[in-house]
């Protein structure tokens, strides 16, 4: 194949739709939509088919239909790839779920797992769904960036764990020491931590003995795992993940991508196993299918991105997965990477994004750049998941193609919308919804699901087209972040942050919007410093003050804001002011989540000074960009 470009620079690009795309099987399920009064009902014409009963019968599988295939890879302290074969993981499995059997872990005391994506890491968790003890895996951001280890010292007084692991005994020593209660066993595989009592090579020498009778015994809603919510608005919450909620969520992927039956899928990840995307859908995604993951440690920031680049050098993935700013910064990269290019479009089939909308000038770009040197297209999906539906719902395996589309149920999955403060909220059922968040009770608990036992998502979507609801829904931003200024009109956030930060790229990084009973609506945004310390050709020690007050970096913004506004329509969505903030947003204060989410009441609690000097005509921010026709 040609992987070079079929055109020169200075034409224009292929004709994207007389383009044919790469041969990949989609499920195109049948859609049945019910209106009751003002409440739709969607569901797909088909069946769910059946699925395992416990996530671990993959593992059995596999192990004995591709023994020596590669589960899981990473590379080790030399550079070269170290893996784990299906056969040997299923030993390792028994011989980790005999250890915490006999220690009488339970759901009462499960497994806490303080590190991130590693091999030890996934032994660990398969050990404890083998035996049948739920694990937890902890972001490690609440032990290696939090100073007060706040988030951290909830997570673990909410699980009550019976048993903690880290990898790495010396990055995890301080948290542990600060937040580990004294009479919890502390297990690590390397480095030196005084509460250590028990290595992980004593968890993988002990003899199987009646681990396998416990595995037997594991049913369908036997808690597989607990997983927090991203505590975007309040502190986290424990999601009580059963094998029945992964096993038939993983059904409903693979429903939705047959191809992963045509071919084994093959990945290179480096998305956070805490979060369900990542931990959930992707590892599932392999295991299920008897596929490999080979773990990036890499990610999509200054600095590491690069190690994700040499990955993908030497590895070819059958699907890519990750967030818009991971598809920006590879797209940059495959425009100019020969090797680069010849690995990563040798057999991918699918991209794929999620955890925020890719904008639509990212996705032309990238459309554009793998026509040019593909010479076919590669399907952009995405789709619709949280944390509390294990994770997928939604899936763009209909018609439309474009930012914003999150598609259509998956096969086995029921959405409700809800009129709910003049948008429509999403609401789920399926044997892949969770029942309950773990030890809550009481107002909170009951306002998660409705009267009908859908779980309320507090997203809100539209539907493409009103006239033609089976073409599927557009998502519509978070309800519970609107609000109404002192003309009492709705101003929309998630729709107005989208196409900040779309029309903003690459300098903003995310966007808070302001003006609750105020009279306009104003923008804080967090800009990406990299960036605009460039676009200031500023030195790489110049301030973060001196950066965003640069002339050329204010001219951008103050063409930014007239570029938004003259798209708005009224009052609701046209940006009077706007302020570039200095200080990146805090996660100890709980104004960003882990995996990058804004909290926007965190930021606007924390920085009202900020917001009130955004306003004040009295005493002018010098720093404040104002819409042409707008007073101080």
């Known amino acids: 194949m040609n992987f070079e470009p079929t055109r020169e620079r200075g034409e224009e690009a292929r004709d994207l739709a007389n383009l044919p795309h790469r041969e990949v099987r989609i499920g195109r399920p049948g859609i049945d939509v019910r209106q009751d009064g003002d409440i739709c009902y969607m569901s797909t014409r088909e069946p769910l088919g059946s699925y395992p009963e416990r996530f671990t019968d993959r593992l059995v599988s596999g192990a004995k239909a591709h023994p020596e295939r590669l589960l899981v890879a990473r590379r080790d302290a030399s550079g070269a790839w170290s893996g784990i074969s299906y056969a040997r993981m299923l030993e390792r499995a028994r011989a980790i779920g005999q250890a915490l059997i006999d220690r009488k872990l339970s759901a009462e005391r499960p497994v806490a797992i303080l590190s991130g994506n590693d091999l030890e890491h996934l032994q660990v968790a398969l050990g404890a769904m083998w035996a049948g003890v739920p694990y937890a895996p902890i972001s490690p951001a609440y032990s290696l960036v939090s100073s007060d280890y706040g988030k951290l010292r909830h997570t673990l007084e909410l699980l009550k764990p019976g048993l903690v692991f880290a990898t790495d005994g010396d990055a995890f020593a301080a948290a542990i020491d600060a937040v580990v209660q004294d009479d919890v066993e502390v297990v690590c595989a390397s480095g030196t931590c005084a509460r250590a009592s028990s290595s992980f090579d004593d968890l993988i020498a002990t003899p199987p003995t009646t681990v396998d009778d416990a595995q037997r015994a594991v049913r369908p809603d036997t808690i597989a795992k607990f997983l927090f919510t991203s505590g975007s608005t309040k502190l986290p919450k424990a999601v009580p993940t059963t094998h029945r909620m992964l096993c038939s969520n993983q059904q409903m992927l693979l429903e939705t991508?047959?191809?992963f039956a045509d071919e084994p899928p093959v990945l290179v990840d480096w998305l956070p196993w805490n979060?369900?995307?990542g931990g959930s859908h992707n590892v599932g995604i392999a295991l299920y299918n008897g596929g490999t993951i080979y773990i990036d440690d890499g990610k999509p920031v200054p600095g590491k991105f690069a190690e994700t680049l040499r990955n993908l050098r030497e590895i070819a993935p059958t699907i890519f997965f990750n967030v818009p700013k991971g598809w920006e910064e590879l797209t940059a990269a495959l425009e100019t990477d020969v090797q680069l290019r010849e690995t990563f479009f040798s057999r991918v089939k699918v991209y794929f994004f999620a955890g925020a909308g890719l904008s639509q000038s990212a996705w032309d770009r990238l459309e554009q750049v793998t026509a040019r040197y593909c010479g076919e297209r590669i399907r952009i999906m995405a789709g619709l998941g949280m944390t509390e539906t294990s994770p997928s719902c939604l899936f763009t395996t209909g018609l439309i193609m474009r930012a914003g589309?999150?598609?259509?149920?998956?096969?086995?999955?029921?959405?409700?919308?809800?009129?709910?403060?003049?948008?429509?909220?999403?609401?789920?059922?399926?044997?892949?919804?969770?029942?309950?968040?773990?030890?809550?009770?009481?107002?909170?608990?009951?306002?998660?699901?409705?009267?009908?036992?859908?779980?309320?998502?507090?997203?809100?979507?539209?539907?493409?087209?009103?006239?033609r609801p089976e073409l599927g829904l557009m998502f519509d931003g978070r309800i519970a972040e609107d609000f109404k200024l002192s003309s009492g009109t709705f101003v929309s956030v998630g729709p107005m942050r989208a196409r900040i930060i779309s029309e903003g790229a690459p300098y903003v990084q995310d966007v808070v919007i302001t003006g609750i009973n105020r009279d306009d609506v104003g923008a804080l945004v967090f800009p990406r410093f990299d960036e605009i310390r460039k676009l200031a050709s500023l030195s790489p020690d110049a301030s973060a003050s001196d950066v965003a007050q640069a002339p050329a970096v204010r001219e951008f913004f103050v063409a930014l804001l007239a570029r938004l506004n003259r798209q708005a329509?009224?009052?609701?969505?046209?940006?009077?002011?706007?302020?570039?903030?200095?200080?990146?947003?805090?996660?100890?204060?709980?104004?960003?989540?882990?995996?990058?989410?804004?909290?926007?009441?965190?930021v606007l609690t924390h920085r009202a000074a900020i917001v009130d000097a955004l306003y004040d005509s009295c005493r002018p921010d010098s720093q404040v960009i104002l819409a042409r026709g707008v007073s101080s």
Request: a negative charge; hydrophobic letters at 35%; one cysteine or more.
């Open 257 to 259: 991508f047959p191809a």
């Open 569 to 602: 329509t009224g009052g609701a969505n046209t940006i009077a002011r706007m302020r570039l903030l200095e200080a990146p947003p805090s996660l100890d204060r709980g104004e960003i989540t882990d995996k990058g989410s804004i909290n926007q009441s965190a």
């Open 405 to 467: 589309y999150v598609g259509v149920p998956a096969p086995g999955c029921d959405v409700k919308l809800v009129p709910v403060a003049g948008k429509l909220e999403a609401r789920f059922r399926g044997p892949h919804v969770m029942a309950g968040y773990w030890r809550m009770e009481g107002r909170h608990a009951a306002q998660s699901f409705d009267e009908e036992g859908y779980y309320c998502s507090g997203d809100a979507l539209r539907f493409v087209d009103e006239n």
């Open 275 to 277: 979060h369900t995307f």
